[in-house]
């Protein structure tokens, strides 16, 4: 008979406790997912008594607050603090988004905290995301010409076509959206997901580019592109409101009118 039990070594078992030392009637409990590649270990959950008197409204401030004050060991990505980099995505209490746009103030009772979902872990909340950037590079995000150009002057577009990348050109590559599509995760190595797919259509939208045949060819693979079974996760994940499973369904559409 098949079991389906998880293996031993992957059940998160209860971690440290951290308790405030500050005194504070303002506190808040945050549970984080910890996992070290350098102990033989379990993962775990810690959980952290923050002072929310002295931190900032967003989940990046409690981490941050955290690292710097409580447990300097706390791994996780973080760049700009603006929702611009994407490097701070994460699971906060069951969503992916962006630790540094989403408020604590928003979460009642205590925040949840772990990596992006469905990935490798790397240590803590770094989850590997070298499989979506290898599939990134495989659509070959740049402008593309059939003949060499001058680089060095400004390639116009009108405004009405410079207007059909907006809602596109804004993706940051957070990964929130394919981490959260079940097709990904069940296909992750031959799905593109929603990330790279809205980011192909940003491109085949360029009016600049011409290579618009070939990429749309390249994505109209089966599973590349038609793994996709207009869930919509990924749209309502996506914390720049963006719209990846309307762009899936436009590249679709193009293909069966090619
Ligand atoms: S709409 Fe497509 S890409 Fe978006 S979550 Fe659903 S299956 Fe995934
Ligand atoms: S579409 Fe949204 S969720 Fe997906 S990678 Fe881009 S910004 Fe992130
Ligand atoms: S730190 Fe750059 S998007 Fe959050």
Known sequence: MAQFNLPENSKVLKG?????ITGSINIKKINIYRW???????????TFEVDLT??????????NKIKNEID????YR???????????????DGINTLSCM??????NGEINIYPLPHLKVIKDLVADLSTLYRQYESIEPWLKTKEKKNWSAEINQSKENRKKLDGLYECIMCACCSTSCPSYWWNEEKYLGPAVLLQAYRWIMDSRDEERKERLKTVADKLKLYGCHTIMNCTNSCPKGLNPAKAISSLKKMLATN
């Open 36 to 46: 070290n590649p350098d102990q033989n270990e379990n993962p775990k959950i810690d």
């Open 72 to 75: 300097p060991s706390l791994t």
């Open 16 to 20: 440290k406790y951290f308790k405030d």
């Open 102 to 107: 989403k408020s604590h103030k928003e979460i």
């Open 54 to 63: 002295t931190c900032g409204n967003k989940v990046l401030d409690i981490l």
């Open 78 to 92: 973080r760049s700009c603090a603006h929702g611009v980099c994407g490097s701070c995505a994460m699971n906060v």
